[in-house]
């Protein structure tokens, strides 16, 4: 009963070929989230929807496009990948915005995506 | 510019010692701290989470401290356990414009 879970969990492919990871909740949450992290082992967010609307978008190639069919999922598609598209991405989920004191967030396991 | 920054970048102790890992932050306006754990191939997840009028927080063998004033938070793992070895990030939630700035962790090894 996995509360986030993401798949798949390691992800190998060319440059330029398209591909998608999924994510599902089952905690109920209103908001969900995509997270990079880079080999520095930084975590940062690219999206944010909130019961199926976008509203955090950061400084993201377009090449990145999320896509949430019902509050419970959240998958990013990402177009001609690039070998700097290498890194550990991170699906989570929180009540409301996730900022105040009462709103953890939750996080999958993470998808490795390695582009050779 | 909202910065969390974390010292030591990594720390290897015995199992069964204690450490102290640090956090300082410039965040403004400053709502919550937060402390996650991060094991090797896993998501974080929530240790802590402190807000200002709190100065010390437990859960189990971790004991988080935060000093608004000087804008710094420790993490302390006491009697270290072989399944403490992971990454401890702290977070730090700047509410009125949504956004959580994440530090890049210390690295905790704890060796037999």
């Known amino acids: 009963d996995t509360a986030v879970s993401q798949t798949p969990k390691y992800l190998v492919t060319q440059m330029g070929n398209d591909k998608s990871i999924k994510c599902e909740q089952n905690l109920g949450h209103d908001t969900m989230y995509w997270y990079k992290q880079d080999s520095k082992k930084f975590l940062k967010i690219m999206f944010s929807?909130?019961?199926?609307?976008?509203?955090i978008n950061e400084t993201v190639p377009n090449r990145f496009s999320p896509k949430s069919p019902d509050k419970a999922h959240l998958n990013l598609h990402i177009n001609s990948l690039e070998l700097g598209d290498s890194a550990v991405y991170f699906c989570a989920s929180s009540q409301g915005t996730g900022v105040s004191w009462y709103e953890k967030l939750f996080f999958g396991s993470g998808t490795q995506l390695s582009v050779l | 510019k909202n910065q969390v920054e974390q010292s030591p970048q990594s720390l290897i102790i015995l199992e069964g010692k204690n450490c102290t890992l640090q956090c300082n932050y410039t965040v403004s306006p400053f709502s919550n701290l937060r402390w996650y754990k991060q094991d090797t191939g896993r998501g974080p997840v929530s240790l802590t989470i402190?807000?200002?009028s709190e100065n010390t927080k437990s859960n189990g063998r971790y004991t988080a401290t935060l000093d608004a004033d000087t804008k710094q938070s420790s993490l302390h793992i006491t009697a270290s356990q072989l399944s403490d070895s992971a990454s401890y990030i702290c977070v730090v939630s700047a509410e009125s414009n949504y956004q959580l700035i994440w530090g890049a962790g210390t690295k905790l090894i704890i060796k037999p």
């Open positions: 929807y909130n019961n199926k609307e976008l509203i």
């Open positions: 402190m807000t200002f």
